[in-house]
């Protein structure tokens, strides 16, 4: 299986800008379509954003298109998530995804990061 490590979380002011990273082990990143998802404290998961394995399509929920950018470097087993413009709604634990080429699931996941917007 795949191991996902999430880092970057922390407690940042309203309007600020965060960076989200998520590292794989292995060596089959380039395989998987990767995603970014988050849960509020009393809420169900979501998924926030999602990147194609070539990185040719991204996809937002549209609460934060505009100001979340989810980008990856397959030659660091990388995947990103630049959150500009942060609202107290998105405080919640990241989680980082991984959904193997022909699977319909995300499949394997990180252990999650903190992001706390004050307002």
């Known amino acids: 299986q795949v191991q996902l490590v999430e880092s970057g979380g922390g407690l940042v002011q309203a309007g600020g800008s965060l960076r989200l990273s998520c590292t794989a082990s292995?060596?089959?990143?380039?395989?998987?379509?990767m995603g970014w998802f988050r849960q509020a404290p009393g809420k169900e998961r979501e998924i926030v954003a999602r990147?194609?394995?070539?990185?040719?399509?991204?996809r937002y929920v549209d609460s934060v298109k505009g100001r979340f950018t989810i980008s990856r470097d397959n030659t660091k087993n990388t995947v990103y998530l630049q959150m500009n413009s942060l609202k107290p709604e998105a405080t919640a634990v990241y989680y980082c995804?991984?959904?193997?080429?022909?699977?319909?699931?995300?499949?394997?996941w990180g252990q999650g990061t903190h992001v706390t917007v004050s307002s």
């Open positions: 995804a991984a959904r193997p080429i022909q699977a319909t699931l995300f499949s394997y």
């Open positions: 990147i194609n394995w070539s990185a040719s399509t991204t």
């Open positions: 292995g060596r089959t990143f380039s395989t998987y379509d």
